[in-house]
């Protein structure tokens, strides 16, 4: 079951556990202060709220709490593509394709491997 939806500040701490967990609540304020300017205090809620989601477990060490992901990243990659999918394009995701092909010059690459998934969908 996928926990509740996941805000744009929740998913940037959950991007700091999917890469560094367990760490604390001071760990991850600190991880993101370059690229956020959030007081410790902002940190915990943050990580309280998704503990509440289901996405987030914790284990006290002493005085302290490890925070872990119980949410994949993969999962979670999965559930917001195929809402992006459901809602933008009707649950199809050629038009998906399609208006990334118009809107991005993909490179040589990006063709290639779009190319191999394709032959690999088709098998």
Request: glycine letters at 4%.
């Amino acid at each position: 079951m996928a926990p509740e939806r996941i805000s744009d500040a929740e998913h940037a701490v959950m991007e700091v556990l999917w890469q560094r967990a367990p760490l604390t609540a001071t760990e991850v304020a600190e991880a993101l202060a370059d690229a956020r300017e959030w007081s410790l205090q902002t940190v915990k809620t943050l990580l309280s709220r998704l503990t509440n989601k289901g996405a987030v477990s914790y284990d006290q060490d002493g005085r302290r709490y490890l925070y872990s992901p119980i949410l994949a990243r993969e999962d979670y990659v999965g559930d917001e593509s195929r809402r992006l999918v459901d809602r933008l394009f009707g649950g199809r995701a050629a038009p998906l394709i399609a208006h990334l092909a118009e809107q991005q010059k993909f490179t040589a690459e990006d063709l290639a491997e779009i190319e191999r998934l394709i032959g690999e969908l088709k098998s």
